[in-house]
C-alpha cells in the first residue's frame, strides 16, 4: 500500500485544479477518477464526425478561469460565444450592455400591459450588471501574484477591495428565491414564468438576475470544451502528478488514513481532497480510530445531508442536422435560450409536478405524457451549436445541435422504477424536436441525420452526482454547506480530520468558476500543511 502526501478524490475540475497545483508544488499526488476519463461535466465527444458537449456548453471566466490556466501555463485558443435570447418568433442576439434594450423591446412586445413592471426588472438587472462590473473587476486575487507585483497590488487591488467588499454586503439582500422576488415587482405570472423559468427552483435572485451580464462574456475553447480538462490532464501529468482512471473509492477509513476502491485496492494519503459528490463521502467514510468528538461530529453531518437534495438536473438532446451552419446562424447564435410560448410553465413543473409524483403509483403512462406535452410546448431551451464557434466540430455542410431543459431527477428515477425509461426518453426527445421544428427551427422537419439524449439519471450515473445535479445542492432546501462569498476560505474544511473538499457541493451557489476556485483553495491548504509537516519532522 502506497503512501500519498495528497490523493484526491474525482476528476471532474476541482479535482484536476487541485491537483495540478498540488503536483506543481512539488508534492506527492494521485488523482483518482471512477470514470476512464477525467473532465466531469468538462466534457466533449464524437459521435459519427459531429462533437458534443456533454455537460458545460460555454465558459464564463468570472475572473478565476482564465487565471488559473495562465498560472499553470496552459495555452487555449478560445472564441466568443455570443448568446441569444428568444421567445416564440422574435429572437435578440446580446452582444453588449445595451442588448439590454432589445430585451426590454422583446418582454414589452410579448407582454403590451405590462410596461410598467417589465421597466422595473430592467432597471433591476441595471443594478446588478453594475455590481457584477465591481466583482469581476479585477481577477481573482487567489491567482495572482502580488509579490512581483507590489505596485499592482497598491494602485488596483486595494481600491477595488474596499468596492468589492461594499458590493458584497449589498447583493447580500437578493438572496432570496428569484420567484419570491419577481412576484413583488411584476404582477403578470406569465411575465414572471418566462423570466424565471431559465434557472433552477428557488435560484438566489442576484445569481439569477446576474447572467445578462454573464452572457457577454461567454467563451468557448476551440476543440470543444472538453479541450480544457484534456489541458490540465497533461499538466498534472507534466508536474509529476499521477492519475488512475477506472478507480472509484468505496470506502474513506478516517482513522487509519486509508481509502479502498472498487477493485479492492488500498491507498494511504497524508491529506485527502474531496472533489466528488459530498453525500457519497459520508456515506462511506468509517470514524473507528478517530477521537470522540471528531466522530460525533461526522455521524451527525452525515446524518444531515443525507436528507438533502441536488437542484433541478437537465435533459438533453444531442441531434445531428443535414443542413448546413449558416441556417442555423441565420436564426441565432451559437448559444440560444429560447422559449417557444410566452405563457410560461406556469404551475406545470411545480404544484401539477408534485401532484404528479406523490400519486405516481395512481398516475397513468398516458398522464404522465400529458403533463410531458404541456411541459414541452411551455418550457425554455437551451441550444448550444458547437459547429458555429468551430467549423471543425462538425462535417462540412453538417450541423450538430445539443439542446437542453430543466428537469426533473424524479420523473425519470420514477419512470426507470416503472419499466419505461427508455420510452420517457424517446418521448421526450420528439416532442422537443417537434416544438422546436414547429417553431424557431422549421428546418428540423426531415433533415435530421439521428439523435439521441442523455438524462439525469445519465448524469448522476457518469459524473456520480446525486439526483443529476450540475451546481451542487438545491436552493428549496437550507444548504448544508457555505453560501456566502466572504466566508468562501473555509468553505473547503470538512469535519473528517485531514480531509479537506472541493467542487460543486463545497459552495452555493455554484458552476465552473467555483468549482476551480474550491479546489485552489482546498490545493493551497494542503500544500501548506504537506510543508509544515516536513519541516517539523
Known amino acids: 500500500m502506497e503512501t500519498y502526501d495528497v490523493i484526491v478524490v474525482g476528476g471532474g475540475i476541482a479535482g484536476m485544479t487541485s491537483a495540478a497545483y498540488i503536483a506543481k508544488a512539488g508534492t506527492k499526488v494521485l488523482l483518482l477518477e471512477k470514470n476512464e476519463k477525467c473532465g466531469g461535466l468538462i466534457n466533449s465527444f464524437w459521435r459519427d464526425g459531429f462533437q458534443f458537449d456533454g455537460g458545460v456548453r460555454a465558459l464564463e471566466s468570472a475572473g478565476i478561469i482564465l487565471p488559473m490556466l495562465r498560472e499553470l501555463g496552459i495555452e487555449i485558443e478560445i472564441v466568443k460565444s455570443p448568446v441569444s435570447v428568444g421567445i416564440e418568433d422574435t429572437v435578440i442576439r446580446v452582444t453588449s450592455k445595451e442588448s439590454l434594450k432589445e ?99 428557488n435560484t438566489p435572485t442576484f445569481f439569477a438576475m446576474s447572467y445578462f451580464y454573464l452572457y457577454q462574456d461567454y467563451f468557448y475553447p476551440k476543440g470543444g470544451v472538453g479541450t480544457i480538462a484534456e489541458r490540465v490532464r497533461e499538466k498534472i501529468v507534466q508536474f509529476g502528478g499521477e492519475i488512475e482512471t477506472g478507480r472509484e473509492v468505496t470506502e474513506v477509513n478516517a482513522g487509519r488514513k486509508v481509502i479502498v476502491d472498487t477493485g479492492g485496492r488500498s491507498y494511504k494519503y497524508r491529506k485527502l481532497v474531496w472533489a466528488a459528490d459530498l453525500k457519497k463521502l459520508y456515506s462511506i467514510v468509517k470514524t473507528d480510530g478517530l477521537p470522540e468528538t471528531s466522530a460525533k461530529m461526522v455521524n451527525t453531518f452525515r446524518s444531515e445531508i443525507s436528507k438533502k437534495h441536488g437542484t433541478d438536473s437537465i435533459f438533453s438532446i444531442f441531434i445531428a442536422v443535414d443542413e448546413p451552419p449558416e441556417k442555423f446562424e441565420a436564426i441565432a447564435s451559437g448559444h440560444f435560450f429560447y422559449t417557444p410560448s410566452r405563457k410560461g410553465l406556469g404551475e406545470i413543473h411545480r404544484s401539477e409536478m408534485k401532484a404528479l409524483l406523490e400519486n405516481w403509483s395512481e398516475s397513468s403512462k398516458e398522464k404522465v405524457l400529458s403533463w410531458l406535452d404541456r411541459f414541452c410546448e411551455l418550457g425554455t431551451y437551451e441550444i448550444s451549436i458547437p459547429v458555429l464557434k468551430d467549423k471543425n466540430l462538425a462535417p462540412q455542410g453538417k450541423t450538430g445541435l445539443i439542446v437542453s431543459t430543466l428537469f426533473e431527477y424524479e420523473i425519470v428515477k420514477r419512470a426507470y422504477e416503472s419499466g419505461w425509461y427508455e420510452e420517457l426518453k424517446e418521448e421526450l426527445e420528439k416532442r422537443v424536436i417537434e416544438v422546436l421544428s414547429n417553431s424557431v427551427y422549421p428546418i428540423l422537419k426531415d433533415r435530421i441525420l439521428f439523435s439521441f439524449s442523455s438524462s439525469p439519471l445519465s448524469i448522476e450515473s457518469y459524473v456520480g452526482s446525486s439526483e443529476g445535479s450540475i451546481v451542487g445542492w438545491s436552493f428549496e432546501e437550507p444548504i448544508p454547506v457555505v453560501s456566502s462569498m466572504m466566508k468562501v476560505n473555509s468553505s473547503v474544511k470538512t469535519h473528517i480530520p485531514d480531509v479537506l473538499q472541493a467542487g460543486q457541493w463545497t459552495y452555493s451557489p455554484s458552476g465552473v468558476p467555483i468549482s476551480i476556485l474550491t479546489g485552489k483553495l482546498a490545493a493551497d491548504s494542503v500544500i501548506k500543511n504537506v510543508k509544515n509537516a516536513r519541516f517539523e519532522g
Not at 426590454?104 to 430592467?122: A, H, N, T, W
Request: aromatic share 16%; proline share 4%; glycine share 4%.
Open 103 to 201: 430585451y426590454s423591446d422583446l418582454l414589452r412586445k410579448m407582454y403590451p400591459g405590462s410596461d410598467e413592471e417589465i421597466e422595473r426588472v430592467i432597471s433591476f438587472i441595471k443594478r446588478i450588471m453594475k455590481d457584477m462590473e465591481i466583482l469581476y473587476g479585477v481577477d481573482n486575487p487567489l491567482f495572482m501574484d502580488f509579490k512581483n507585483n507590489k505596485s499592482y497590488f497598491v494602485k488596483v487591488y486595494l481600491p477595488w477591495l474596499f468596492k468589492f467588499l461594499l458590493t458584497l454586503r449589498r447583493i447580500g439582500k437578493f438572496q432570496i428565491p428569484v420567484e419570491e422576488f419577481l412576484e413583488k415587482i411584476v404582477e403578470d405570472r406569465s411575465l414572471r414564468d418566462v423570466i424565471d423559468q431559465h434557472f433552477f427552483k
